[in-house]
């Protein structure tokens, strides 16, 4: 069985915490196990993306989307959508910076990671993560 939950955010700081609450809530709701090392990395990608959003997003939107779709062989796809036409792009960083590890976070967590375009309507930064078992 598939299952899909999307839901919109203010693009505050205060909405990355409010994100993987609901995303957790909701994986648990459907069967994933709690202690699980594949619902930790789903919610640690969902931290992650949307921490992108509120940092990298464009000023002028007030929201962003947040979608998880828990797969028949119990893989989740997480998906973050804004209206930004910025494509997010792994940089290198050496141990002096304080930022710029997130998506090598993500290319280490997921089984694999993308961005899809939504035209005029900006960009998704999909991750999918396997189940354990």
């Avoid at 062989?73 to 050496?94: A, F, H, N, T, Y």
């Avoid at 694999?112 to 993560?129: I, Y």
Wanted: net charge neutral.
């Amino acid at each position: 069985m598939v299952r899909r939950y999307a839901f919109r955010l203010p693009r505050h700081p205060a909405s990355v915490g409010l994100a993987r609450r609901r995303v957790r809530d909701h994986l648990i709701d459907w069967g994933h196990g709690s202690g699980t090392p594949a619902l930790a990395d789903a919610v640690l990608l969902v931290s992650e993306l949307a921490t992108n959003v509120v940092r990298h997003g464009p000023r002028t939107e007030a929201e962003f989307e947040i979608a998880v779709t828990a797969l028949a062989d119990g893989s989740c796809l997480i998906e973050v959508s804004d209206e930004g036409s910025r494509v997010p792009r792994l940089r290198s960083v050496d141990d002096a910076q304080e930022a710029g590890r997130g998506l090598h976070l993500v290319e280490h967590l997921a089984t694999a990671w993308g961005v899809w375009s939504r035209g005029s309507h900006g960009k998704t930064v999909w991750a999918l993560v396997h189940s354990d078992g």
